[in-house]
């Protein structure tokens, strides 16, 4: 079935157009109280937020939504995405909602949804909002003695603070190491540089003062040159940027060097195997992750369980497998014994105490391969057109796979937010690779010409 609001992570757009008006967050309130009205106790969703100006219109819009099913809202403001998951858990919430737009810029935004699990929503559910978004709630409404409340939880993020902590071991500490933290303007700007320095390191802290419309911009985890620049103009041992919601990471060691999602899950793979902790002996990490990492995680004896691109999916393969480890390339790190869904503060605290208890330098630590070399080119084309099930380009696809003859693959798929087709090869060969991706990309414009 085709998807009409949501996306691959929630439905997303420009704030205050096409399906990110307020109008639409009130119906995804209504449509999700009434999917997740389950029983006679009286329902509760959490409500968190990024620091985009278009929240203050989003948030009020959402909560109308569902007190007008009944349902009694719980709002925690600027907090990260995994907080709201982990509180949605805590609070006993039958929901939780995020509304953000991760990485994107102030003027987009997002809504995601998670069940009372703290898991994001499966397909099938998200088809059923969307049906019940459509179909109208005159029958619905619950009667005026029945409205739902709204209350802010002022400890929210001291909740947070605490779970977070929790998860690094206790027996170490981070005295001794500096650290630049960039927060990206965004949800995590209070919880991350206080927890980093409450368990002892001397933090840096960058992109923490959001404004509404800073949020991302030329900072955090898609702009990794500014923790580079500042990892080495303060001599610091590590660099971590987040993005805008806080579920992704990017390091930087030393000198400077970026550290991808790759490296990152390589490193705590590791770590895990020698102690035991990796359960079942695989990682779980999408199907754009390097072959670098697969060869590497095959050479320590721990296997690579691919899975569509997207976290929500990446989770899905480590519940279905029992794996307590995945992620992607663009740092979306997933701990399951911790969270159930990407931790951008709880990833780095991981990474963290492998240091600590290494003794080395994260340019040891954390480099780990040699990553394939990899190009992605995206190629927009027409609405109403499917370019894959054209033959030519098929062919095209068909004939990089022969000319890499096994030694690499090809990565093709559609965007799940535009009208992209996203072409990505590896393979020890850059050149090979480079022909192999420009020939497939040049045929698909001329079939959507």
Known sequence: MTRKYFGTDGIRGKANEGNMTAEIAMRVGMAAAKHFTRGEHQHRVV????????????????????ISMGMDVIMVG?????????????LRADLGVMISASHNPFYDNGLKLFGPDGYKLSDEIELEIEDRMDNGYADNLVPSAKLGR??????????????AKNTFPKEQRLDGLKIVLDCANGAAYRSAPSVLWELGAEVVAIGVNPNGININEKCGSTYPSLICETVVLHNADIGIALDGDADRLIVCDENGQIIDGDQLMATVAKYMKENGTLRNNA?????????????????????????PVGDRYVVEAMR???????????GHIVLSDYATTGDGLIAALQILSVLVTSGKPVSEVCSL????????????????ANPLDNKDVKAAIMNGENRL?????????????????????EGPDDKLITSVVNDIVATVERSSA
Do not use: H
Request: hydrophobic share 40%.
């Open 47 to 66: 409500i968190g937020k990024d620091t985009r100006l278009s929240g203050y219109m989003l948030e009020p819009a959402l909560t109308s939504g569902f």
């Open 78 to 90: 600027p907090m990260p995405t995994p907080a709201v998951a982990m509180l949605t858990r805590s």
């Open 150 to 163: 709204a209350q802010r939880l002022n400890n929210a993020v001291g909740r947070y603070m605490e779970f």
């Open 283 to 307: 990682v779980a990490a999408s199907i754009m992750s390097n072959l670098g990492l697969e060869k590497y995680l095959q050479s320590i004896g721990v296997d690579l369980v691919r899975t």
């Open 320 to 330: 279905e497998k029992n794996l307590n480890l995945g992620g992607e390339q663009s």
């Open 369 to 384: 391969f040699t990553p394939y070399p990899q190009l992605l080119k995206n190629v927009r084309y027409g609405l109403g």
């Open 405 to 425: 003859n096994g030694s690499g693959r090809i990565v093709i798929r559609k965007s799940g937010t535009e009208p992209l087709i996203r072409v990505m090869a």
